[in-house]
T-cell receptor, first 111, second 115 residues
């Protein structure tokens, strides 16, 4: 099966700094990717997505970068706030079938 | 509330008992997914439906697990003869159309504790 992994299981950043969360995927046929945020005891919440025909997409304070050559995704959060503290997952999708998730990165924002 | 709705939110059951979870997807979403998540791990795919048809089942879905979506709207996930290893959060998600590039939206999950 597909394997989606993250380079760092935990990340601590100072409030106001930028955060970068990385994700590696193994299926070169994956054509759609989503970043989710999950707070304790809650379901994953959609943050931003990107299709494989793009290499960058920006949202409000978030940017996703896709490097298909090395099968790598990153999520950049600008001006990180305490409310950004959560676990972040990347998920990959191939041809409209199910999504595969990585283990997640726990982001802690230090006030 | 127009999001994905799951109930019960929490269930504690004795080993060997059967449990059933219900998921109401976002209105008019014709795809519905079930995932399982244990502490410190990402969601693991279990199964998904396109309308009432169950299109794929993970090998994680043992014969003690059964999911249905009889009218293509809400879905149920039943676990028979529960084991302690079934303790997890069961997540339901839905998406509007088939094909690549359709975001799936999750509910808040149903926590199962088997004692």
């Amino acid at each position: 099966g597909e394997s989606v992994g993250l380079h760092l299981p935990t990340l601590s950043v100072q409030e106001g700094d930028n955060s970068i969360i990385n994700c590696a995927y193994s299926n070169s046929a994956s054509d759609y990717f989503i970043w989710y945020k999950q707070e304790s005891g809650k379901g994953p919440q959609f943050i931003i997505d990107i299709r494989s025909n793009m290499d960058k997409r920006q949202g409000q304070r978030v940017t996703v970068l896709l490097n298909k050559t090395v099968k790598h995704l990153s999520l950049q959060i600008a001006a990180t706030q305490p409310g950004d503290s959560a676990v972040y997952f990347c998920a990959e999708n191939t041809a409209g079938n199910q999504f595969y998730f990585g283990t997640g990165t726990s982001l802690t924002v230090i006030p | 509330d127009t999001g994905v709705s799951q109930n019960p939110r929490h269930k504690i059951t004795k080993r060997g008992q059967n449990v059933t979870f219900r998921c109401d997807p976002i209105s008019e979403h014709n795809r519905l997914y079930w995932y399982r998540q244990t502490l410190g791990q990402g969601p693991e795919f279990l199964t998904y439906f396109q309308n009432e048809a169950q299109l794929e089942k993970s090998r994680l879905l043992s014969d003690r697990f059964s999911a249905e979506r009889p009218k293509g709207s809400f879905s149920t996930l039943e676990i028979q003869r529960t084991e302690q290893g079934d303790s997890a959060m069961y997540l339901c998600a839905s998406s509007p159309t088939r094909g690549s590039g359709n975001t799936i939206y999750f509910g808040e999950g149903s926590w199962l504790t088997v004692v």
